[in-house]
């Protein structure tokens, strides 16, 4: 069975840190671009960061800009979203989506991947 888990998430005060995990059973993350999006409460789903098969990174999202970094560690079949300097406006529900093999557009499109996991709640607050 294919699918995709997400941990790592919890309730942090403003200016913490959070790394995510995103983790792949039944097929390898090696070959696979994998895209972090989130979803706050009457919002929709929008694309936070993505990592190509072949390392490239794009960060979708300017407010996250050199606070989030995204990883992977093949060993692992797993894929970290590292979030610092957290802001109360970054709560939300995170998910990760995987595509094995290339992507066919633009990384931040809901439609370019095939497997979500279930997402793991981020809460930002004082």
């Known amino acids: 069975q294919l699918q995709l888990e997400e941990s790592g998430g919890g309730l942090v005060q403003p200016g913490g840190s959070l790394r995510l995990s995103c983790a792949a059973s039944g097929f390898s993350l090696e070959n696979s671009a994998i895209g972090w999006f989130r979803q706050a409460p009457g919002k929709e789903r929008e694309g936070v960061i993505c990592?190509?098969?072949?390392?490239?990174?794009?960060t979708n999202l300017d407010s996250v800009k050199g606070r989030f970094t995204i990883s992977r560690d093949n060993a692992k079949n797993t894929v970290f979203l590292q979030m610092d300097s957290l802001k109360p406006e970054d709560t939300a529900v995170y998910y990760c989506?995987?595509?094995?093999?290339?992507?066919?557009?633009?990384?931040?499109?809901?439609?370019?991947?095939?497997?979500w996991g279930q997402g793991t709640q981020v809460t930002v607050s004082s």
């Open positions: 990592i190509s098969r072949r390392g490239g990174v794009v």
């Open positions: 989506g995987a595509r094995r093999g290339a992507l066919s557009g633009l990384c931040n499109l809901r439609g370019e991947y095939d497997y």
